[in-house]
């Protein structure tokens, strides 16, 4: 599993609790050692490892290279406002171009926007400015119960997950 924009491991030190071999990305020395301190009190410094690099750079590393079953592309919020959204959704396009040849065929990718103005369907144009004709969007999450949205504040589900899985076309 790659995590990109991994902040302090959580998704990384999940994986790797149920047996995955999980790898996490992130611009921030900081998030990255409270990340490996997450590893090393869950004793799973085995299972995991961190980069730390620019999610949307050249992701040449090679603990970065793949294929990976799940891509997990979870970037800080990059539209701060509507002018803002193409963009996001163009820097998007740009890493997930790099990413999608490291996907397992039958691989999940989730992508992630923590910005308003960046929805759902900005997540699946982004995935198309891309390249990908082979992902199928199969789930899709939002806000969960410590995020709650109060009716007609549109404004406040800015929490969005996209799961998208390789198939054969």
Do not use: K
């Not at 040849?101 to 982004?126: E, I, K, T, W």
């Not at 939002?142 to 996209?162: F, I, K, M, Q, S």
Request: glycine share 12%.
């Amino acid at each position: 599993m790659l995590d990109l924009g991994c902040h302090v491991g959580g998704f990384v030190v999940h994986a790797a609790a149920a047996g995955v071999t999980a790898i996490g990305l992130d611009q921030s020395a900081r998030a990255l050692e409270f990340a490996r301190r997450n590893a090393a009190r869950n004793d799973l410094t085995s299972r995991t490892a961190f980069v730390q690099a620019d999610m949307f750079g050249a992701l040449d590393h090679p603990d970065l290279a793949g294929p990976f079953g799940v891509i997990v592309f979870d970037p800080p919020r990059i539209a701060t406002g509507s002018q803002g959204r193409e963009r996001a959704v163009t820097a998007m396009a740009r890493s997930l171009g790099r990413l999608l040849p490291r996907l397992r065929p039958g691989g999940f990718l989730l992508a992630c926007s923590c910005s308003h103005h960046v929805g759902r369907s900005d997540l699946d144009a982004a995935l198309l400015a891309a390249g990908a004709r082979d992902l199928a969007r199969v789930h899709a999450l939002g806000p969960g119960p410590d995020h709650p949205v109060w009716p007609g504040h549109a404004e406040g589900e800015y929490l969005r997950v996209n799961v998208y899985q390789r198939r054969a076309v």
